[in-house]
T-cell receptor
Framework: QQQVKQSPQSLIVQKGGISIINCAYE??????FPWYQQFPGKGPALLIA?????SEKKEGRFTISFNKSAKQFSLHIMDSQPGDSATYFC????????????FGGGTRLMVKP | NAGVTQTPKFQVLKTGQSMTLQCAQD?????MYWYRQDPGMGLRLIYY???????DKGEVPNGYNVSRLNKREFSLRLESAAPSQTSVYFC???????????FGPGTRLLVL
C-alpha cells in the first residue's frame, strides 16, 4: 500500500523553465513533508521540508506548496538548471517513536541546456 | 565528520549465500534506518531502530535481520540471499522527529 503517490515518474524541462512535481498522501496523521534530492550513485539528501501549518515554503529557487484539505503537496523548481538534473523524492512522516519516512516513487528530472 | 558510512559499496552474491551490510554514523543520532531502493518504487523501509537497544520492522522486513550494535552502528543481515533482494541498500540516521534523515552512499547488491 503506497501511502504517498508521486507524479510524474520522469520530467524533461528546458533550462530556465519551471519544474513541477506533485505528491498526494493518504494518512492525515502525517505532519512533516520533506523533499529529497538524489544524484546518480549518491544517497538522497534533504532539499526542503514543510509542516502542515503553512501553505508554502520557499528556499531559493525551490518552493513547496501544501494543500492540507486536498492532501497534496508539490515541489516547484524555478529557473531550472542542468545541475538540477537528479531524482526527486517526496516523503511524509508523523511524530512516532521511529521518525519513519514514507517515500513517494520518485521523479527523474532532466533539465536540458 | 564522515556522516553516515556504509560497507561494502558493491557486492555480488549467489542465491543462498549470507552477508552483512555495515552502517555507522558519527553524528550522535538516536535513530537509524535501513532502506532498499528499487526502480519506480522509491525507498522502502526494511527495519529501523528508534534508539539504541530497540529495533522494529518496516514495510519490507522479510528475509532480513538487523542488529543495533551500539549508538553508532546498525547492521543489516541477509541470511539466505534471493535474486529478489537485488537492490541498492541505504542506511540513514536522524536525531528525532521531525529532524532530517541523513543517508549513506549506499550498497549495491546483486544476487545471482
Amino acid at each position: 500500500q503506497q501511502q504517498v503517490k508521486q507524479s510524474p515518474q520522469s520530467l524533461i524541462v528546458q533550462k530556465g523553465g519551471i519544474s513541477i512535481i506533485n505528491c498526494a498522501y493518504e494518512n492525515t496523521a502525517f505532519d512533516y513533508f520533506p523533499w529529497y534530492q538524489q544524484f546518480p550513485g549518491k544517497g538522497p539528501a534533504l532539499l526542503i521540508a514543510i509542516r502542515p501549518d503553512v501553505s508554502e515554503k520557499k528556499e531559493g529557487r525551490f518552493t513547496i506548496s501544501f494543500n492540507k484539505s486536498a492532501k497534496q503537496f508539490s515541489l516547484h523548481i524555478m529557473d531550472s538548471q542542468p545541475g538540477d538534473s537528479a531524482t526527486y523524492f517526496c516523503a511524509a512522516s508523523m511524530n512516532n517513536a521511529g521518525n519513519m519516512l514514507t517515500f513517494g516513487g520518485g521523479t527523474r528530472l532532466m533539465v536540458k541546456p | 565528520n564522515a556522516g553516515v558510512t556504509q560497507t561494502p559499496k558493491f557486492q555480488v552474491l549467489k542465491t543462498g549465500q549470507s552477508m552483512t551490510l555495515q552502517c555507522a554514523q558519527d553524528m550522535n543520532h538516536n535513530s537509524m534506518y535501513w532502506y532498499r531502493q528499487d526502480p519506480g518504487m522509491g525507498l522502502r523501509l526494511i527495519y529501523y531502530s528508534a534508539s539504541e537497544g530497540t529495533t522494529d520492522k518496516g514495510e519490507v522486513p522479510n528475509g532480513y535481520n538487523v542488529s543495533r550494535l551500539n549508538k553508532r552502528e546498525f547492521s543489516l543481515r541477509l541470511e539466505s540471499a534471493a535474486p529478489s533482494q537485488t537492490s541498492v541498500y541505504f542506511c540513514a540516521s536522524s536525531r528525532s522527529h521531525p529532524e532530517t534523515q541523513y543517508f549513506g552512499p549506499g550498497t549495491r547488491l546483486l544476487v545471482l
